[in-house]
């Protein structure tokens, strides 16, 4: 193994850690070492993405996709730091790329339905969902955020539908109870919308 490939695996360790400043300074010996090193770019990128640095993940993300175009996952995680810089278009715009890459991709799809459901897209949202399901019928976090969609078109017992099967796929996902018992509070149903907080709130203690 080459010494650079060694700075990236420790900084690897070191992000594992949350020790993003040490994994940082290794990813940067690690590109000084071979400029044109992909991965530590990625990495290094998504580091930053972490740390909440979202202009130098973008950076380092688009240089490691000038490096490496076909790397699906690289367009994820820059679409990832353009949203969380606010810029929803480049994200969706990612994400479509990821999708000409690779049309099954099931992540690009449900990434995609997210930023098209905040941007107040709600028929595209429910679409890339629809997709992402599609692809991977045990996508529990697919259905939770379809159900959101459903619950924001006031759709409530296909919003619950989708909730009942997010927990039935994943009986400890705390946040799907929350929106269940959210949808349960709107048709009226206080008693097992208490009952779905509680079972959330039991569920976050549990992971604290």
């Known amino acids: 193994m080459n010494i650079e490939e060694i700075h990236n695996n ?3 360790a070191h992000a594992a850690n949350g020790d993003y400043d040490r994994a940082i300074a290794d990813f940067d010996t690690a590109i000084q070492i071979k400029p044109n090193f992909a991965a530590a770019y990625e ?4 580091t930053y993405l ?3 640095d979202y202009d130098h993940a973008v950076d380092d993300l688009s240089k490691a996709i000038e490096l490496n ?3 699906i ?4 995680n820059r679409a990832v730091a353009f949203d969380k810089r606010g810029e929803r278009d480049r994200a969706i715009a990612d994400c479509s790329k990821a999708i000409e890459i690779n049309p099954k991709f099931d992540v690009a799809y449900f990434k995609r339905g997210i930023y098209h459901f905040d941007k107040g897209d709600f028929d595209r949202a429910i679409a890339d969902l629809d997709m992402s399901i599609s692809l991977n019928p045990d996508f529990a976090f697919a259905y939770s955020n379809r ?3 459903y619950a924001a078109q006031d759709d409530i017992d296909r919003a619950i539908a989708d909730y009942d099967k997010a927990i039935e796929l994943a009986p400890d996902f705390s946040e799907a109870y929350v929106n ?3 949808a349960y509070a709107k048709k009226g149903d206080n008693d097992r ?3 779905d907080y509680n079972r959330a709130i039991a569920l976050s203690q549990k992971q604290a």
């Open 10 to 12: 420790r900084g690897l």
């Open 43 to 46: 990495n290094r990128g998504t």
């Open 50 to 52: 972490q740390k909440g």
């Open 69 to 71: 175009p076909v790397d």
């Open 73 to 76: 996952r690289l367009y994820i």
């Open 147 to 149: 159900g959101i969609v």
């Open 180 to 182: 269940r018992g959210n």
């Open 193 to 195: 919308a208490i009952a």
